[in-house]
Nanobody, 126 residues
Framework: QVQLVESGGGLVHTGGSLRLSCAASGGTISTYAIGWFRQAPGEEREFVATIDWGGRRPYYADSVEGRFTISRDNANNTIYLQMDNLKPQDTAVYYC???????????????????WGQGTQVTVSS
């Protein structure tokens, strides 16, 4: 059973950067789309970004387009989320997730993902 572990969260000031990692173990993710989601206190979990199994088709929420970059290293079973020009509204717990079906290009709905990490906290101070 594949497991996902996020890391790289922390506290930064507005305009700062963080790089989140999502490491997979116990199985492959190389044939699956991977997504990043986030959840702020009292809010619904929301889609942030996704990347297809081949790493050629990233897709972003409008709120992070141009500031965040998703990438993957299938050889090392790791997905990354580079977050630049962070804003206080980016504060949330960030989760990575594996799409439920292989060879998919994109999924923005959380119910399409069936393996989730435990999350990493990102806090952006104003």
């Amino acid at each position: 059973q594949v497991q996902l572990v996020e890391s790289g969260g922390g506290l930064v000031h507005t305009g700062g950067s963080l790089r989140l990692s999502c490491a997979a173990s116990g199985g492959t993710i190389s044939t699956y789309a991977i997504g990043w989601f986030r959840q702020a206190p009292g809010e619904e979990r929301e889609f942030v970004a996704t990347i297809d199994w081949g790493g050629r088709r990233p897709y972003y929420a409008d709120s992070v387009e141009g500031r965040f970059t998703i990438s993957r290293d299938n050889a090392n079973n790791t997905i990354y989320l580079q977050m630049d020009n962070l804003k206080p509204q980016d504060t949330a717990v960030y989760y990575c997730a594996r799409e439920g079906r292989p060879w998919m290009l994109r999924a923005v709905s959380a119910d399409k993902y069936n393996v989730w990490g435990q999350g990493t906290q990102v806090t952006v101070s104003s």
